[in-house]
């Protein structure tokens, strides 16, 4: 077998090369201390490594995690500590305000305070922030302050019912904040009680307050709930001499407790029970403007005999206003009959048939109390609509009024009124033709612009116009009707009229075009059958809790209040009682709190040990199998570096070999 001299350098090349990457290894080993330099060297090992190195991130940040909580829960247990303390002062206060017998008005005034003193205090550490500056009791809403006055001695709170949780284990989650609405809001009270705030959509500038009020007369109080009330400021033209005034009513069934009651700012306001003010001047709102629909003499003059007797064969119409619908009866003969109506030349029979007499006593005395004159007019009442002894149908509500339906074409005739079909409706901005005119819109089209609640069209006529029916055409007339249904407006011979009472308005409108509808002005408004704009609104809300706040607030704005009568005195005694009871409610609620932030502390110290054993065991494994042993290393060393000095030798001695040399 030939060796050549290339190959005998290669075989010496590749041993010392092992042996030097042995060497290197191992150096490697010992500088590092660590076995297994990669996954190569023992994949068993490497994979049980990395799962070990990822256990121990996890420990390390759960362990941070237990830290943050910790922190958080002993703010906690720290703020509200301070808060039980302030309890307590104040129940010291409220006991020593107990004693009616000797305190004087200025006691009470001093009293006060140092509570609203206290309040302010109060209000501070519930709306305590922690080291990030995040408010401590707002749920999840931690950037928003919890807690905000409102005047009039109301507080709101904005957060949420969420509580923040951290996660100390793999299978432990611990909550690490409490919503400020659970501690110090939804408190059992020790009676029905009732909190107060505005409507939001309220229009004052600035707003008006109400107060936070309080229950004076629990038994009354207790029949009203859990009713809510609710006050609502009328326009002013509602009383005489005008002036601003109030309804309250039950806010779920609209029944009227207070009606139209003249208001004087900061007065107390006194309801089943419940007594609270309102100061400031709080919008009034706007007066109904009321639709009206007229009978036509004329028509009833002009029409015949015939149309005219409805004894043999009653008639009928349907009357609608605000969605209820009621039929009248017409069964007379109204040439003959005796109506008690001012207006001459028989259409006073028409109108006392029709439930609109001069004499209402008519209605209710024998033997006409019975007849269907009897049973219109108390129909007319149950539509809240009136007609007059001239002829003219009122909805003073604003509510349109339509007649439709009737029996036959007579009732048209004596009438005035379109009432078959779809009948007649009133308008909202009644059109008023102008005689014989006419007007050429296909020669030269206009426009008119129609707003309803902020929403505006433009309507074009562009065609001829020669009476109230073709002008109601030309508004009808392809995209015109498009855009009025967008407003839900409807036009007719008698004018426009909004489906859902809103206000009308028509601007930008061209000279013929407000010619042809009778109307002028820009621009132009809804004439009649426009709805009353409530003014200002405040919720009386029922309730069975009573937050902290509300409780010292009530305390505070009853000692302010108490005079030398015994009367007085007797009401804020039953307020003392009712106010210790409350705070008694407010440190069992913040007791349970407590214990529970503290079980949820030793939850984190039992798992903070946990993690501590997990850590360590998953050390001592680590290292059982990546630690080196030194002693093994050393040894395995002088081992490899003796081979490397064997080899690099015995290429020294080969790489000499040469035949010549034997020659």
Same mark, same amino acid.
């Given at each position: 077998?030939?060796?050549?001299?290339?190959?005998?350098?290669?075989?010496?090349?590749?041993?010392?090369?092992?042996?030097?990457?042995?060497?290197?290894?191992?150096?490697?080993?010992?500088?590092?201390?660590?076995?297994?330099?990669?996954?190569?060297?023992?994949?068993?090992?490497?994979?049980?490594?990395?799962?070990?190195?990822?256990?121990?991130?996890?420990?390390?940040?759960?362990?941070?995690?237990?830290?943050?909580?910790?922190?958080?829960?002993?703010?906690?247990?720290?703020?509200?500590?301070?808060?039980?303390?302030?309890?307590?002062?104040?129940?010291?206060?409220?006991?020593?305000?107990?004693?009616?017998?000797?305190?004087?008005?200025?006691?009470?005034?001093?009293?006060?305070?140092?509570?609203?003193?206290?309040?302010?205090?109060?209000?501070?550490?519930?709306?305590?922030?922690?080291?990030?500056?995040?408010?401590?009791?707002?749920?999840?809403?931690?950037?928003?302050?919890?807690?905000?006055?409102?005047?009039?001695?109301?507080?709101?709170?904005?957060?949420?019912?969420?509580?923040?949780?951290?996660?100390?284990?793999?299978?432990?989650?611990?909550?690490?904040?409490?919503?400020?609405?659970?501690?110090?809001?939804?408190?059992?009270?020790?009676?029905?009680?009732?909190?107060?705030?505005?409507?939001?959509?309220?229009?004052?500038?600035?707003?008006?307050?109400?107060?936070?009020?309080?229950?004076?007369?629990?038994?009354?109080?207790?029949?009203?709930?859990?009713?809510?009330?609710?006050?609502?400021?009328?326009?002013?033209?509602?009383?005489?001499?005008?002036?601003?005034?109030?309804?309250?009513?039950?806010?779920?069934?609209?029944?009227?407790?207070?009606?139209?009651?003249?208001?004087?700012?900061?007065?107390?306001?006194?309801?089943?029970?419940?007594?609270?003010?309102?100061?400031?001047?709080?919008?009034?709102?706007?007066?109904?403007?009321?639709?009206?629909?007229?009978?036509?003499?004329?028509?009833?003059?002009?029409?015949?005999?015939?149309?005219?007797?409805?004894?043999?064969?009653?008639?009928?119409?349907?009357?609608?206003?605000?969605?209820?619908?009621?039929?009248?009866?017409?069964?007379?003969?109204? $040439? &003959?009959? +005796?109506?008690?109506? /001012?207006? !001459?030349?028989? *259409?006073?029979?028409?109108?006392? #048939?029709?439930?609109? =007499?001069?004499?209402?006593?008519?209605?209710?005395?024998?033997?006409?109390?019975?007849?269907?004159?009897?049973?219109?007019?108390?129909?007319?009442?149950?539509?809240?609509?009136?007609?007059?002894?001239?002829?003219?149908?009122?909805?003073?509500?604003?509510?349109?009024?339509?007649?439709?339906?009737?029996?036959?074409?007579?009732?048209?005739?004596?009438?005035?009124?379109?009432?078959?079909?779809?009948?007649?409706?009133?308008?909202?901005?009644?059109?008023?033709?102008?005689?014989?005119?006419?007007?050429?819109?296909?020669?030269?089209?206009?426009?008119?612009?129609?707003?309803?609640?902020?929403?505006?069209?433009? $309507? &074009?006529? +562009?065609?001829?116009? /020669?009476? !109230?029916?073709? *002008?109601?055409?030309?508004?009808? #007339?392809?995209?015109? =009707?498009?855009?009025?249904?967008?407003?839900?407006?409807?036009?007719?011979?008698?004018?426009?009229?909004?489906?859902?009472?809103?206000?009308?308005?028509?601007?930008?409108?061209?000279?013929?075009?407000?010619?042809?509808?009778?109307?002028?002005?820009?621009?132009?408004?809804?004439?009649?059958?426009?709805?009353?704009?409530?003014?200002?609104?405040?919720?009386?809300?029922?309730?069975?809790?009573?937050?902290?706040?509300?409780?010292?607030?009530?305390?505070?704005?009853?000692?302010?209040?108490?005079?030398?009568?015994?009367?007085?005195?007797?009401?804020?005694?039953?307020?003392?009682?009712?106010?210790?009871?409350?705070?008694?409610?407010?440190?069992?609620?913040?007791?349970?709190?407590?214990?529970?932030?503290?079980?949820?502390?030793?939850?984190?110290?039992?798992?903070?040990?946990?993690?501590?054993?997990?850590?360590?065991?998953?050390?001592?494994?680590?290292?059982?199998?990546?630690?080196?042993?030194?002693?093994?290393?050393?040894?395995?060393?002088?081992?490899?570096?003796?081979?490397?000095?064997?080899?690099?030798?015995?290429?020294?001695?080969?790489?000499?070999?040469?035949?010549?040399?034997?020659?």
């Amino acid at each position: 077998m030939r060796v050549s001299t290339s190959q005998i350098y290669n075989v010496a090349n590749i041993g010392m090369r092992d042996a030097q990457v042995a060497v290197d290894k191992t150096n490697q080993q010992i500088s590092s201390g660590k076995r297994v330099l990669s996954p190569a060297d023992d994949p068993v090992a490497a994979t049980a490594i990395l799962m070990l190195n990822q256990e121990l991130a996890r420990t390390t940040q759960f362990t941070k995690n237990i830290d943050t909580a910790d922190n958080n829960l002993t703010l906690e247990d720290t703020t509200l500590q301070s808060v039980v303390s302030l309890v307590q002062r104040l129940k010291e206060l409220a006991v020593n305000a107990g004693n009616t017998a000797v305190l004087t008005p200025s006691d009470y005034k001093a009293m006060a305070a140092e509570v609203d003193s206290r309040l302010s205090e109060l209000m501070n550490l519930q709306n305590t922030r922690n080291a990030s500056g995040q408010y401590i009791f707002a749920g999840f809403q931690s950037e928003t302050q919890p807690f905000v006055n409102n005047g009039g001695g109301n507080y709101t709170y904005q957060g949420d019912e969420g509580q923040l949780s951290v996660q100390a284990s793999t299978t432990v989650t611990v909550a690490v904040s409490d919503s400020g609405k659970r501690i110090f809001v939804d408190i059992p009270a020790s009676h029905n009680t009732f909190i107060t705030r505005p409507s939001a959509s309220n229009q004052a500038t600035p707003p008006a307050l109400i107060s936070v009020g309080d229950v004076y007369d629990q038994a009354s109080f207790d029949k009203l709930f859990p009713e809510d009330l609710l006050v609502t400021f009328n326009a002013n033209s509602a009383v005489n001499p005008p002036s601003p005034n109030y309804t309250i009513t039950e806010r779920s069934t609209g029944k009227v407790l207070v009606d139209k009651q003249v208001y004087v700012s900061g007065q107390d306001i006194k309801v089943s029970g419940a007594k609270f003010s309102i100061s400031g001047t709080p919008f009034s709102g706007l007066p109904a403007i009321p639709s009206t629909l007229s009978l036509n003499a004329a028509s009833f003059s002009g029409a015949t005999a015939a149309d005219k007797n409805f004894s043999v064969t009653p008639g009928f119409l349907d009357i609608t206003v605000g969605g209820i619908t009621e039929t009248l009866t017409l069964d007379q003969n109204m $040439l &003959t009959s +005796s109506g008690v109506s /001012t207006v !001459p030349a028989g *259409l006073n029979d028409l109108i006392s #048939n029709l439930g609109g =007499a001069a004499d209402k006593s008519f209605y209710t005395t024998p033997p006409a109390n019975t007849s269907s004159a009897a049973a219109n007019y108390k129909k007319l009442q149950n539509l809240g609509i009136t007609l007059s002894d001239t002829g003219v149908f009122t909805s003073p509500t604003g509510l349109n009024i339509t007649i439709k339906n009737s029996s036959s074409v007579a009732i048209t005739n004596i009438t005035g009124i379109v009432t078959q079909g779809a009948g007649t409706t009133t308008a909202n901005i009644p059109f008023s033709y102008p005689g014989a005119s006419t007007f050429n819109f296909s020669a030269a089209p206009e426009t008119v612009d129609v707003s309803v609640n902020g929403k505006t069209v433009t $309507l &074009t006529l +562009s065609t001829n116009v /020669t009476d !109230p029916i073709s *002008l109601a055409a030309a508004f009808n #007339n392809g995209t015109n =009707a498009i855009e009025l249904a967008k407003l839900g407006v409807i036009a007719t011979p008698q004018g426009f009229s909004s489906v859902n009472h809103s206000v009308i308005s028509l601007s930008n409108a061209g000279t013929n075009v407000l010619a042809a509808m009778g109307v002028s002005g820009n621009p132009v408004k809804s004439s009649q059958g426009v709805l009353a704009v409530p003014g200002d609104k405040f919720i009386v809300e029922s309730t069975g809790k009573q937050s902290l706040l509300t409780t010292v607030s009530r305390f505070s704005e009853a000692m302010k209040g108490v005079d030398t009568t015994q009367a007085s005195k007797d009401e804020f005694a039953k307020l003392v009682s009712k106010t210790l009871a409350s705070f008694e409610n407010v440190l069992s609620n913040i007791s349970s709190v407590q214990g529970d932030v503290g079980a949820r502390q030793n939850m984190l110290e039992s798992t903070r040990n946990l993690n501590s054993d997990i850590e360590l065991n998953s050390k001592t494994v680590l290292s059982q199998l990546e630690d080196l042993d030194y002693a093994e290393a050393s040894t395995r060393l002088q081992m490899q570096t003796f081979v490397l000095s064997a080899a690099q030798q015995s290429f020294i001695r080969i790489s000499e070999l040469n035949l010549f040399k034997y020659m």
